[in-house]
């Protein structure tokens, strides 16, 4: 038998076993032709991959596949070594390694090309030692976003006022304008799925809450604050690119759990590296050294932190959170995405940690290394979800992505 996609389902084709949803609920039996009813049904159900009947795969589908193996070859090749250390053969890497080579698959038929990072691009190791770097120092002084952007913190004033309202919030928000029509375009974007347009920041404050509307006005601020970061040391484009990517695994994951304030965990994935932008902008020189480390020593980008640094983002992320007074659900999520361990797995971190791993499985972006960091296997089945959810969760980042780039940069 053979793993078919939906896509690339047809009339006739015969179901080579029961077909469930990811939550075990029965909907087809094996031995069953595909009617053009059923793909309906399927897609409805979130279901993107079945098993089918060798004899009844039809010789227009193994063309189709056989036309597609060079792509799926070199799409091979290349995540092959993007995921290095992740063990392949163990689940869910190895579902997760599946969609993405369909994925990439796909992207090199459009054209798409893949990049590899040289080593060389950084300054090598030098002999010469740098001062230790302090992390009280990272979070004081002139970096810019260390103080609270001034809206954010206009925003915050309204909700501790004795009188605070979701007019009073609205307000706040209102005065800027570019932050106004950007957080209009989010909360009508599929990123929410409301039924009716949303007009108004009142309208939106009362819909989300004042909290998760004023976070969610941070990290649409956060995004056009750095601009002092050296690009050849990272791409912006590619960071935001990233970090967009993780918010909408996270909060996909979040409703596929049918989590509570599933729209919060899009905020936490978009601010979840927040930390390395401080040290990007702060010790660029020590921090190019440990982006060398981890290139030459095939290091997720974290642990070559820890070894030049002595701290890695996720710590100075967690500071600057509590800084500024993010909700201790936010702050966890950004402190705990690369050691959920540390954590005692708690839903947050561990939802994150997995939310990220997909997002650079999935992103075709480069975001400083090209590996895509180990899984914590506790982290996984801390969170709950089998396998077979996968695929609809990755077919409903994809459709919003360009969407959400678009409100985010134009």
């Given at each position: ?15 080579a ?8 609920r029965?909907?087809?039996?094996g ?13 409805s159900?979130?279901i993107?991959?079945v098993?089918?009947a ?5 010789e227009a ?5 056989e036309?597609a193996?060079?792509?799926t ?5 290349y ?7 992740n ?14 080579v ?11 090309d ?5 080593v ?12 230790p ?10 970096v ?7 809206v ?10 004795p009188n605070?309202?979701s007019?009073?919030?609205a ?10 029509v ?9 990123l929410f799925g ?7 920041i ?10 998760e509307?004023s976070?969610?006005a ?7 604050q750095?601009k ?18 993780c ?5 996909e994951?979040a409703a596929?759990l049918?989590v509570?304030?599933?729209e ?9 590296d ?7 902008e ?9 982006i060398?480390h981890a ?7 974290f ?10 983002h996720?710590i ?10 993010l ?20 839903l947050?971190s ?7 791993l ?15 960091p180990p ?13 077979e959810?996968?695929?609809?969760v ?8 360009g ?8």
């Amino acid at each position: 038998m053979a793993l078919v996609y939906i896509d690339d389902l047809a009339v006739g084709m015969v179901l080579a076993e029961d077909l469930f949803t990811s939550k075990g609920r029965f909907i087809l039996a094996g031995g069953m032709a595909l009617q053009k009813e059923h793909l309906g049904i399927l897609k409805s159900w979130g279901i993107y991959e079945v098993e089918i009947a060798d004899e009844s795969l039809g010789e227009a589908y193994l063309r189709r596949q056989e036309v597609a193996a060079g792509q799926t070859e070199t799409a091979e090749a290349y995540l092959w070594r993007r995921f290095a250390l992740n063990d392949l053969e163990q689940e869910p890497i190895a579902t997760i390694y599946r969609h993405a080579v369909r994925r990439f698959s796909e992207s090199l038929k459009k054209g798409w090309d893949p990049v590899s990072l040289q080593v060389g691009e950084l300054p090598p190791m030098a002999d010469e030692k740098l001062p230790p770097v302090s992390v009280p120092q990272l979070l004081r002084g002139s970096v810019e976003l260390v103080s609270l952007p001034t809206v954010y913190t206009r925003i915050v004033t309204a909700l501790n006022s004795p009188n605070a309202s979701s007019q009073n919030i609205a307000e706040a928000v209102s005065m800027d304008a570019n932050l106004t029509v950007r957080l209009l375009r989010l909360v009508n974007s599929p990123l929410f799925g409301f039924t009716s347009r949303i007009d108004s920041i009142s309208r939106a404050v009362s819909l989300l809450g004042t909290n998760e509307l004023s976070e969610l006005a941070l990290g649409v601020t956060v995004v056009s604050q750095f601009k002092a970061i050296p690009s050849e040391l990272l791409d912006m484009d590619s960071f935001w690119r990233h970090s967009i990517h993780c918010g909408l695994f996270a909060k996909e994951l979040a409703a596929q759990l049918d989590v509570t304030g599933s729209e919060n965990y899009f905020t936490g994935g978009l601010l979840h590296d927040i930390g390395r932008l401080i040290m990007l902008e702060r010790i660029p020189e020590q921090y190019s050294r440990a982006i060398a480390h981890a290139r030459r020593e095939h290091l997720p980008m974290f642990r070559a932190e820890q070894d030049c640094l002595q701290t890695d983002h996720s710590i100075i992320g967690k500071l600057l959170a509590m800084r500024w007074r993010l909700s201790p659900q936010l702050t966890r999520m950004i402190g705990g995405h690369h050691s959920p361990n540390m954590t005692q797995y708690n839903l947050e971190s561990s939802l994150l940690h997995v939310a990220d791993l997909l997002a650079h499985a999935f992103g075709h972006e480069v975001n400083l290394t090209n590996e895509v960091p180990p899984l914590q296997e506790k982290a996984w089945q801390a969170i709950g979800l089998n396998e077979e959810a996968l695929a609809p969760v990755i077919r409903r980042v994809d459709a919003e992505f360009g969407e959400i780039v678009r409100v985010f940069f134009g």
